[in-house]
């Protein structure tokens, strides 16, 4: 059985969609990241980032003590490689979809993941222009990233050879897409991609819809949430 350290957000949801893809037994252990669990001592052996997802597999391959691992995108490679499955094991193609597991890891997550909180939840600032700079510099670098994967798209079926980690770490990254400032009518090899190759498959229907019981309203929404999210130093945080 595979524990999955988890709270519904696209970092989390590329890692049920996985699962689900698998077939892999797994057991949600719920992180709020909103009243602060990511800060629980015996979550941060795990995952010392304080950030989720993690999982902890007590089978792991070849037997021995349980395997823990955080990053998502060292998550996705344990499980591909766990599973036999979405990861090609020979060299070009492996590393053909490796890119694209880093690009979606160093480029769209993290621009997307700013552009959010400037979109949506960064206060006003004074001047506005201020507010205007973080929107726009971070909207402008998810519209060129969204670019170079509309080219990409334009004649292939997948990101990367076959199916594989690469389309399902990046696809939770296209669903908040208006709140990133961008359009999906600009980019149609994208917008086919996420609407109907991906986003038709099963798993990933079920894989994006787990938990969301945990989190009866999306997004940040308290004084609360706000304070434990974009309140964090080294000092705060130890
Ligand atoms: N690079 C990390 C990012 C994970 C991440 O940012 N997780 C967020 C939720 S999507 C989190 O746990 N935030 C808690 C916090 O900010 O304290 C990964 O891909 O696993």
Same mark, same amino acid.
């Given at each position: 059985?595979?524990?999955?350290?988890?709270?519904?957000?696209?970092?989390?949801?590329?890692?049920?969609?996985?699962?689900?893809?698998?077939?892999?037994?797994?057991?949600?252990?719920?992180?709020?990241?909103?009243?602060?669990?990511?800060?629980?001592?015996?979550?941060?052996?795990?995952?010392?980032?304080?950030?989720?997802?993690?999982?902890?597999?007590?089978?792991?391959?070849?037997?021995?003590?349980?395997?823990?691992?955080? $990053?998502?995108?060292?998550? *996705?490679?344990?499980?591909? %490689?766990?599973?036999?499955?979405?990861? !090609?094991?020979? /060299?070009? +193609? &492996?590393?053909?979809?490796?890119?694209?597991?880093?690009?979606?890891?160093?480029?769209?997550?993290?621009?997307?993941?700013?552009?959010?909180?400037?979109?949506?939840?960064?206060?006003?600032?004074?001047?506005?222009?201020?507010?205007?700079?973080?929107?726009?510099?971070?909207?402008?670098?998810?519209?060129?990233?969204?670019?170079?994967?509309?080219?990409?798209?334009?004649?292939?079926?997948?990101?990367?050879?076959?199916?594989?980690?690469?389309?399902?770490?990046?696809?939770?990254?296209?669903?908040?897409?208006?709140?990133?400032?961008?359009?999906? $009518?600009?980019?149609?090899? *994208?917008?086919?991609?996420? %609407?109907?190759?991906?986003?038709?498959? !099963?798993?990933? /229907?079920? +894989? &994006?819809?787990?938990?969301?019981?945990?989190?009866?309203?999306?997004?940040?929404?308290?004084?609360?949430?706000?304070?434990?999210?974009?309140?964090?130093?080294?000092?705060?945080?130890?």
């Amino acid at each position: 059985m595979i524990d999955l350290h988890y709270w519904p957000t696209p970092n989390g949801f590329k890692i049920t969609i996985m699962l689900e893809e698998c077939g892999l037994p797994y057991k949600i252990v719920p992180v709020n990241i909103g009243t602060g669990e990511q800060f629980k001592p015996e979550f941060l052996k795990i995952s010392p980032n304080n950030r989720m997802p993690a999982i902890v597999d007590h089978e792991p391959p070849g037997g021995g003590a349980p395997v823990s691992v955080f $990053e998502s995108g060292a998550v *996705l490679q344990y499980l591909a %490689e766990k599973a036999g499955k979405f990861l !090609p094991k020979d /060299l070009r +193609g &492996k590393y053909e979809v490796l890119q694209w597991v880093n690009w979606q890891m160093g480029g769209l997550g993290p621009m997307a993941g700013q552009a959010n909180h400037f979109n949506m939840y960064a206060p006003q600032f004074n001047p506005p222009e201020a507010l205007k700079y973080g929107q726009d510099r971070y909207s402008n670098e998810v519209n060129r990233l969204f670019g170079v994967l509309n080219k990409r798209l334009a004649d292939r079926t997948y990101v990367a050879g076959d199916y594989s980690i690469a389309d399902m770490m990046i696809w939770p990254w296209v669903v908040g897409f208006k709140n990133f400032g961008q359009k999906l $009518e600009d980019f149609p090899n *994208l917008k086919k991609w996420f %609407e109907e190759t991906v986003g038709r498959r !099963p798993a990933v /229907l079920k +894989g &994006k819809a787990v938990g969301l019981d945990l989190r009866p309203k999306p997004g940040i929404n308290t004084d609360e949430q706000r304070k434990v999210l974009f309140g964090q130093t080294a000092a705060v945080v130890r």
